[in-house]
C-alpha cells in the first residue's frame, strides 16, 4: 500500500460526458501528480501540483483540468468525453519539496468511455 | 522540454542473463533519473533512482548508470529471476515535473 487513495477504482461513462477523479495523497505529501495510461502506452504526465497551486503541465487536453484543495486531496475533471479518454488514470505524490523524487501511485482509476 | 527515448519496447532473456534498458533524454538541466517497475494490472513502483551528480549506483541485482555528456541512462538487472517480468519505465525529471518513457516489456523465460 502506497497511502495514495484513488477513487473511483473503475468507472464507465458515455462519450459527452464529465467525470471527476478523486486523489488523497500520502501524508504529509505535499505535491500531487496525474498520469494517464492508455492500453500498452507509457505514463504520459497530464499536471502537478505543489501546496495548492500548479507548479507544471504536460499534455493536458483543454477538456481536462484539475486542482488541489487546501485539505491537499486533487481532483482531475474530465469532460466532452471521448472514447480516446479510456485510460488508466494514476495519481500519485512525493514529498520530496522542492526537488523531484520519489513518486508514490495510487492504484489507478480505471475510465472506460462508450 | 523534456523528452525521453527508452529501448527496447520488448525484452525477452532467459533466466539468469543479464537485461539491459536504455534511455536518452534530452534536457539538459534534468537532474533526477528513476526507473519503475510496473507488474501486470499493479502501480509503478519506484525500483532505483540516480541523481546528476553520481555516474552509477547499485543495489543488489540492479544498477542504473548516468552518462551525462551523451544524455542518456541505463537499467541493468543481473542473475534475472521470473518475477523480474514486468514493464519497467525509465523518467527524467527536473524541478518536480517527471517525464517517463514509453517502457519496456521485460519477459524473463524459464
Known amino acids: 500500500d502506497s497511502g495514495v487513495t484513488q477513487t473511483p477504482k473503475h468507472l464507465i461513462t458515455a462519450t459527452g460526458q464529465r467525470v471527476t477523479l478523486r486523489c488523497s495523497p500520502r501524508?504529509?505529501?505535499?505535491?500531487v501528480y496525474w498520469y494517464q495510461q492508455s492500453l500498452d502506452q507509457g505514463l504520459q504526465f497530464l499536471i502537478q501540483?505543489?501546496?495548492?497551486?500548479?507548479?507544471a503541465k504536460g499534455n493536458i487536453l483543454e477538456r481536462f483540468s484539475a486542482q488541489q484543495f487546501p485539505d491537499l486531496h486533487s481532483e482531475l475533471n474530465l469532460s466532452s468525453l471521448e472514447l480516446g479518454d479510456s485510460a488508466l488514470y494514476f495519481c500519485?505524490?512525493?514529498?520530496?519539496?522542492?526537488?523531484?523524487?520519489?513518486?508514490?501511485f495510487g492504484e489507478g482509476s480505471r475510465l472506460t468511455v462508450l | 522540454g523534456e523528452n525521453v527515448e527508452q529501448h527496447p519496447s520488448t525484452l525477452s532473456v532467459q533466466e539468469g542473463d543479464s537485461a539491459v534498458i536504455k534511455c536518452t533524454y534530452s534536457?539538459?538541466?534534468?537532474?533526477?533519473f528513476p526507473w519503475y517497475k510496473q507488474e501486470l494490472g499493479k502501480r509503478p513502483q519506484l525500483i532505483i533512482d540516480?541523481?546528476?551528480?553520481?555516474g552509477e549506483k547499485k543495489d543488489q541485482r540492479i544498477a542504473v548508470t548516468l552518462n551525462k555528456t551523451a544524455k542518456h541512462f541505463s537499467l541493468h538487472i543481473t542473475e534475472t529471476q521470473p518475477e523480474d517480468s514486468a514493464v519497467y519505465f525509465c523518467?527524467?525529471?527536473?524541478?518536480?515535473?517527471?517525464?517517463f518513457g514509453q517502457g519496456t516489456r521485460l519477459t524473463i523465460n524459464p
Open positions: 534536457d539538459s538541466a534534468s537532474n533526477y
Open positions: 501540483y505543489y501546496n495548492g497551486e500548479e507548479r
Open positions: 501524508s504529509g505529501d505535499l505535491s
Open positions: 523518467a527524467e525529471g527536473r524541478a518536480q515535473k517527471l517525464v
Open positions: 500519485a505524490s512525493s514529498g520530496q519539496g522542492a526537488n523531484t523524487g520519489e513518486l508514490f
Open positions: 540516480i541523481r546528476s551528480n553520481v
